[in-house]
């Protein structure tokens, strides 16, 4: 764990793995999402995203962890209705909303995205009261209001309210991100998605604005999806976890149980690859299944188990049969063979070996 991250973790209120509450504000059913694409000259189909089923609950944060091109931000952009699905339901406060096709503005107002690039998200010719107050001008507010809505939210994500004047080439990455935060903050949504939003910032930044997020949660009642490469700032900051694997997910939990007790090989293999910084536990060199480690792609993903190409514990029935998702521990879903009803139950041999 970094210093910067162990650092703030003392102050963040001990929820992380408690349980949780039942309610989902979002609830994701069979979310797939498919792109036309020319593969070697000819036209093909990319499975990005392939009938994602996760609940997003009220008040919380739920991470999404995955190697890259794993469907993470595409799926992101599904739920805030950036890119529309290719099939699947989704659940906002109970009531269904469109998932293929245009939302209704009020719905559009209560999701809101923070992406990974601070300076690109914003506008570099706007001022920075003029970014956070365009999505309040959009919704046909009086300057009166907007001006007193950028001066609040400015202030509450800890930026000096005189900098309403300053352009983004003015700030700092950590400041610019901030001002993304507050543009995001600024119609009062239910839901942020947070797309590797701290991962361009240093490590003593990114402490600073993940102490942020946890602050406005609190105070502005968000619901938060977190999305990460880093294990590390997904663990400290989630509730729980969903792993994605080839536009899947494969395995999730309360963020404790998953990191504690892993149960699918492929999260085992993600976990035992996290960096540390005490030399004395040293990572594994060599990740499970390296010898054939080359990630499948989405274009033809593997029939079966997407992860099979990989996987140490691979079986005959792996190739030819979906893992369904069984419930292996209250609360902690795998889609694994090794875990369905009549395979024998064998996570000490998967964590051994894993080890
Ligand atoms: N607009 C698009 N058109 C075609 N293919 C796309 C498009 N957007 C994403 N993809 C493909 O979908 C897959 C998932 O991409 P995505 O960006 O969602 O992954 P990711 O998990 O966010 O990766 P990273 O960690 O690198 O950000 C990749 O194979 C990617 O090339
Ligand atoms: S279903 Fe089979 S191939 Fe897939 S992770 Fe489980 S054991 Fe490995
Ligand atoms: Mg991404």
Redesign the pocket.
Known sequence: MPEAITSVQAEQPGENGNSLPKRPLLELIDISKE?D?RDNGRRAT?S?VNEVSLKVRTGRTLGIV?E????????ARVIVGLHAASSGEMLFENRQIETTGRRPRKIVEQMQMVFQDPSSALNPRATVGESIGFPLRVQGASKKEIDARVKQVITDVGLPASYVGNYPHQLSGGQRQRVNIARALALQPKLVVLD?AVSALDKSIQAQVLNLLADLQRDYQLTYVFIS?DLNVVEYISDEVAV?YLGQVVEEGSAKALYENPRHPYTQLLLSSIPTLDPAQSNRDEPIGAGDSEIPS?ISPPSGCRFRTRCPFVMDICSEVLPPRVEAAPEHIVACHLYSEGAERNDGAVAAAAS
Do not use: D, Q, R
């Open positions: 792109f694409v990319l990005a995955g890259s091109g794993c469907g993470k931000s595409t799926l590797e490469h994605m989405p």
